[in-house]
């Protein structure tokens, strides 16, 4: 059997990766494109490394070395004026965060505000368990009619669906609360991790405390757990106790929009 590879073997493919990512997104920009003045005759197309350097307003000899893959420290700043300098999207900041060995910032949205009616669709036609669609801070944007006769998500006036776990008749539908809680509360301190300076999800968090010491002490715990799929039960108010698989799913990486599926057992997935 192959062996893991090493911390170390990681973090040299990936300065490996940010070496090629770079050099690729200066090549394919010219001096004119970021308003830059063309002087004498150039043997290679793209930006050189020193107007790089000069319009994310480093060094052109750090920059070499960022470029080249060394083990230099780097800052997000720093890291957010070298992709205004190559023109980067959203998805190829983050993208270069994570090459960089940074943590990356949730992207931000550039297409406008979802369209609600489209994620009302995607739980209304392809799901027959509980599903809703939740945003970036989890407020809910869709829900289908067992996730609403089930989990009672909307029908409390709260349309956040960890405040609703806590203050709202969501979180009395499942026999198991305190595990479902706990798992919820240190999925959100994950995401809430991503962009330490939106103030958002450290308002939630500290008007959810205030109302609910359960919420309190779960938060202080500090836990963080990724989104992966979880066996859950609900009680049905029609069927009774219920097993489901919690699933998962990036609907928009952008928009960070989620859908969240209540499987029965047996099912693999959503329909298609």
Known sequence: ????????HTK?????????FLRSRRAGLSPAD??????????????????VAVLAGVSASWYAWLEQGRPIRVSDGILDAISRA??????????????????PPLPVS???SP???????????QLSGPACVIDRYWD?????????DMLRLGRDGNHNYLTSLFTGSHGTRYPNWPQVAR???????????????????????????????????LWARHEVEEFVPTTVEVDSPVAGRLPFVLFTMDLDEAACTRLLVYLPPGVDGPRP
Request: glycine residues 6%; aromatic residues 6%; without cysteine.
């Open 34 to 51: 970021v308003g830059l003045a063309t002087v004498g005759r150039r043997a290679r197309v793209g930006l050189r490394r020193e107007e």
């Open 1 to 8: 059997m192959d062996a893991m590879p090493s911390r170390t």
């Open 86 to 103: 190559l023109r980067l999207s959203e998805l190829e900041r983050v993208h270069l965060y994570r090459l960089a060995d940074a943590n």
């Open 115 to 125: 369209d609600p009616e489209v994620f009302q669709r995607v739980v209304d036609t």
């Open 183 to 217: 798992s919820m509360t240190a999925r959100y301190r994950l995401q809430a991790s991503y962009v330490a300076d939106d103030p958002r999800y450290e308002q939630t968090a500290d008007q959810l405390a205030l109302n609910d010491p359960r919420f309190a002490e």
């Open 140 to 148: 809910v944007l869709a829900v289908n009619r067992p996730a609403a």
């Open 110 to 112: 550039g297409g406008g």
């Open 12 to 20: 040299n493919k990936r300065r490996s990766q940010l070496t090629h």
